[in-house]
């Protein structure tokens, strides 16, 4: 079971999304800074992180896969996440808390997209 890419992928984004979200809680409540500073310092805090898991765990990839193109991905993501967000808080009445946890589906969606078939893209595998 954790020999599956998705799989893999899961576990990694887990970890990556338990420490943002925990920083997004206590940058929220605890400093009182406000919801879209919080979620983009917890946003920032795992990406570093999760260039290495995706490279070596996930897609087991020990090639030159380019940081700067991970980084793009990252940004593209993080915006529909945005996006994604600001949306709920504007149209649903749920916390902070909730609409975050609901934002941060879209954005692991989209990244792995974007990581297998970009970032990690194997030499042979067709973007279909």
Same mark, same amino acid.
């Given at each position: 079971? $954790?020999?599956?890419?998705?799989?893999?992928?899961?576990?990694?984004?887990?970890? +990556?999304?338990?420490?943002?979200?925990? /920083? $997004?809680?206590?940058?929220?409540?605890?400093?009182?800074?406000?919801?879209?500073?919080?979620?983009?310092? %917890?946003?920032?805090?795992?990406?570093?992180?999760?260039?290495? /898991?995706?490279?070596?765990?996930?897609?087991?990839?020990? %090639?030159? *896969? %380019?940081?700067?193109?991970?980084?793009?991905?990252?940004?593209?993501?993080?915006?529909? +996440?945005?996006?994604?967000?600001? /949306?709920?808080? =504007?149209? /649903?009445?749920?916390?902070?808390?909730?609409?975050?946890?609901? %934002?941060? *589906?879209?954005?692991?969606?989209? $990244?792995?997209?974007? +990581?297998?078939?970009?970032?990690?893209?194997?030499?042979? =595998?067709?973007?279909?």
């Amino acid at each position: 079971m $954790f020999k599956t890419e998705i799989f893999r992928y899961l576990i990694s984004g887990f970890i +990556n999304s338990t420490i943002g979200y925990i /920083l $997004f809680i206590i940058s929220l409540n605890f400093f009182f800074i406000n919801i879209y500073y919080s979620n983009f310092l %917890s946003y920032l805090a795992g990406v570093s992180s999760a260039f290495f /898991l995706n490279k070596y765990y996930v897609f087991k990839k020990n %090639s030159e *896969a %380019s940081i700067y193109i991970f980084v793009v991905g990252f940004i593209i993501s993080y915006f529909i +996440n945005l996006v994604i967000l600001k /949306l709920i808080l =504007e149209f /649903l009445n749920i916390s902070n808390e909730d609409a975050q946890l609901i %934002s941060m *589906a879209t954005y692991t969606i989209t $990244f792995y997209i974007y +990581n297998k078939l970009i970032v990690f893209k194997k030499k042979n =595998e067709k973007l279909t």
